[in-house]
């Protein structure tokens, strides 16, 4: 059975930095297109970035230039650097695991979030 389990979110102030990391087991990471997602209250979630198993990376428009998606395949661990904090970053991210090695390819796996508040 798959798990995704997140860690790294908290506070921060608007301008500043927050590193989320996401620990898989039980699944062929390496070989799989993996991602982040985000939710605030009330919302559709929505794609932050996508990472292949090659090593490509595909962000949403509000991500581009001050999230960085990363892999360690070695670890099965997924990361995003957030910088530049903004209030509307204030959401839940969700660590996912696509069905297979393109982006086309449906989410499959959710974790169960971790939580990012950007307040002065």
């Known amino acids: 059975q798959v798990q995704l389990v997140e860690s790294g979110g908290g506070l921060v102030q608007p301008g500043g930095s927050l590193r989320l990391s996401c620990a898989a087991s039980?699944?062929?990471?390496?070989?799989?297109?993996m991602g982040w997602y985000r939710q605030a209250p009330g919302k559709e979630r929505e794609l932050v970035a996508l990472?292949?198993?090659?090593?490509?990376?595909h962000y949403a428009a509000s991500a581009k230039g001050r999230f960085t998606i990363s892999r360690d395949n070695a670890k099965n661990a997924l990361y995003l650097q957030m910088n530049s904090l903004k209030p509307e970053d204030s959401d839940m991210y969700y660590c996912?695991?696509?069905?297979?090695?393109?982006?086309?390819?449906?989410?499959?796996?959710w974790g169960q979030g971790t939580l990012d508040t950007v307040t002065s």
């Open positions: 990472s292949s198993s090659g090593g490509s990376t």
């Open positions: 039980g699944t062929i990471f390496s070989l799989i297109v």
């Open positions: 996912t695991e696509r069905s297979g090695a393109s982006y086309s390819d449906d989410t499959e796996v």
